[in-house]
């Protein structure tokens, strides 16, 4: 029965997305890769939703809150903040410039090496950082809900091959056949599932504490483990207080800002009052996050007892185990469709950099748009190979989560870094951003993978020496710090050898730029919001 109801609610979406597109005139290679930049501020802001909602963040955050708690609410909280900003001060400079990919302005504010640099990093980031951790942190939550290994009598590795590839195949057909409306459509019929299925699991896992009282199951939690609900991380915890004014801020700027994966969603709306729209409604989602992200893993921690084999495995654990039967099936499709909006964004945003940014510029100048789009397309499956091979091999990297934002920073910092001062200066050229970018990636790779592994603790425990904890800077930091390195290395190229002429930003009058009217209200109300929940929940 759970099965069908997965399989049936699946089915349903992925029609009601084919029909959705087939009603589209979507021919060019914009209409292919973006939508035809008609997407409104609802249908951002529920794409915004299930493309960062995938099982990295549902299962990687609950798995470190079933660790410290809520201390790493941080990652959806403040990127409240952060799309307000965005929404504020980038958004409206991307729909000025009508650009349809994040290297497409590097092109023009510095050169073609330089967007082709970052394409490639883009590429390289996806292929084998982002998408097989999707990928890898989906499968293991179909795995364990649906007990994939007992039900077919195979071994747990066989499993994880056979989900891999199952859930990479569906979302490859999504991707690189159906284009971005496809995608954005079939996220925002998800949305609506995963919150109210991703709000159903704390009330389910609450009243099972509370013996059928909200009220009382959040009083069971916050007498039994006090520790649980400290806002503000030690040193060593995965999101110490202090990141919060220093890398915190910069990854959520790279993540809601520059990664091509995630404001493709804002590059497609009809007008920028309908991208801000998109990027504010979605901030005050992510208010919500920690409901769905954080809070479900501090259950986990109180009916386990903290005894799970893996802190990753406790969402999917909990979902088994306090949903209702009928409604396991429903909730398994809904993530599902989560696992697939963030598998399906990153590879569309994958399909979009290589056809336009490096096949239309380096391999096949005099492309049709036909052309371009039908290479997008066969490197697209390519990728979604290769992703899938790659990601059963991450079931030993540790948490998931931390993996994945510690590796992130190799190229995420120096990105951000250069469309930062790219932005704000007019006269730093285009072998300060080439220098920046190297510098950033080679600066950082050394600091976390030949310095601060020399930062370990090692203790003997029982006869074994044992990593215990490292001395090291948090990543974070580090990321704070090489940024601002970076800065100061490219405003002095820019000083001692300017470009002849001031950067102009180019205005292609391809949508309305008028901005909201309520915007500025309302995004400090968000930020009011994030400042009293830190207060509340200080220790």
């Known amino acids: 029965m759970q099965f069908i109801t997965f399989l049936g609610f699946t089915v349903l979406v992925a029609i009601i997305s084919y029909l959705s597109t087939k009603s589209s005139n979507e021919t060019s ?9 008609s997407l409104t501020g609802i249908v951002i802001a529920g794409s915004l939703l299930l ?15 079933y660790e410290q708690g809520i201390l790493v609410m941080a990652w959806e909280t403040l990127a409240a903040i952060t799309m307000i900003v965005i929404a504020v001060f980038l958004l409206p400079r991307y729909l000025k410039g009508g650009i349809a990919t994040i290297p497409q302005f590097l092109e023009r504010r510095y050169d073609k090496t330089t967007k082709a640099i970052v394409s490639g990093l883009f590429l390289s980031g996806y292929v084998t950082i982002f998408l097989p951790v999707v990928l890898y942190t989906g499968a293991s939550a179909i795995n364990t809900m649906f007990d994939v290994s007992t039900t077919f009598g195979i071994s747990e590795n066989t499993a994880l091959w056979l989900t891999v590839f199952g859930i990479g195949i569906i979302g490859s057909i999504y991707a690189v056949f159906g284009g971005l409306k496809a995608v954005a459509v079939s996220d925002t019929i998800n949305a609506v599932g995963l919150i109210i299925g991703g709000l159903l699991i704390p009330y389910f896992g609450l009243s099972l504490i509370g013996d059928g009282s909200l009220t009382a199951g959040i009083d069971v939690l916050i007498t039994n483990h006090p520790d649980k609900f400290d806002a503000t991380g030690a040193e060593d915890s995965y999101v110490p207080f202090s990141t919060l004014f220093t890398g915190m801020l910069l990854v959520n700027l790279f993540y809601w800002g520059t990664n091509q994966a995630i404001i493709q969603r804002a590059l497609g709306a009809k007008n920028l009052v309908e991208g801000q729209k998109g990027l504010v409604y979605g901030a005050f989602l992510k208010i919500l996050g920690p409901l769905i992200l954080v809070l479900p893993g501090i259950i986990a921690f109180h ?22 039967k009928p409604l396991v099936g429903f909730f398994a499709a809904v993530l599902f469709g989560a696992i697939l909006s963030s598998f399906n964004s990153a590879l569309n945003s994958c399909v979009t950099l290589f056809g336009i940014d490096i096949y239309q510029e380096y391999i096949k100048k005099e492309a049709t748009e036909k052309q371009v789009v039908k290479a997008g397309k066969t490197f697209g499956v390519f990728l979604a190979i290769l992703s899938m091979i790659v990601a059963p091999f991450i079931a030993n990297a540790g ?4 993996y994945l934002q510690e590796i992130n920073g190799t190229y995420s910092i120096p990105i951000l870094t250069i469309v930062v001062v790219g932005y704000l200066t007019k006269y730093v050229p285009a072998i300060a951003a080439k220098v920046g970018l190297f510098s950033g990636v080679i600066l950082y790779s050394i600091s976390q993978f030949l310095i601060k592994p020399t930062f370990d603790i090692i203790e003997n425990i029982n006869g074994v020496l044992t990593v215990v904890g490292n001395a090291y800077p948090h990543f974070l930091h580090i990321m704070a710090i090489l940024f601002v390195l970076n800065t100061i290395i490219m405003l002095l190229i820019g000083k001692l050898y300017p470009r002849k002429e001031a950067y102009v930003q180019f205005n292609s009058k391809a949508v309305d730029i008028t901005p909201w009217k309520y915007l500025k209200p309302v995004g400090g109300l968000v930020c009011v919001i994030v400042l009293a929940i830190y207060i509340y929940f200080a220790k």
């Not at 493309?51 to 809150?65: D, H, K, M, P």
């Open 29 to 37: 290679k914009d209409g292919y890769f973006l939508g035809g930049r």
């Open 51 to 65: 493309t960062n909602l995938s099982t990295e963040q549902i299962v990687g955050l609950n798995g470190q809150a």
């Open 303 to 324: 009916i386990f007892e903290g005894n799970l084999e893996k802190p990753d495995l406790a969402y999917a654990s909990l979902v088994a185990e306090v949903l209702p």
């Open 399 to 402: 948490s998931v989560f931390a």
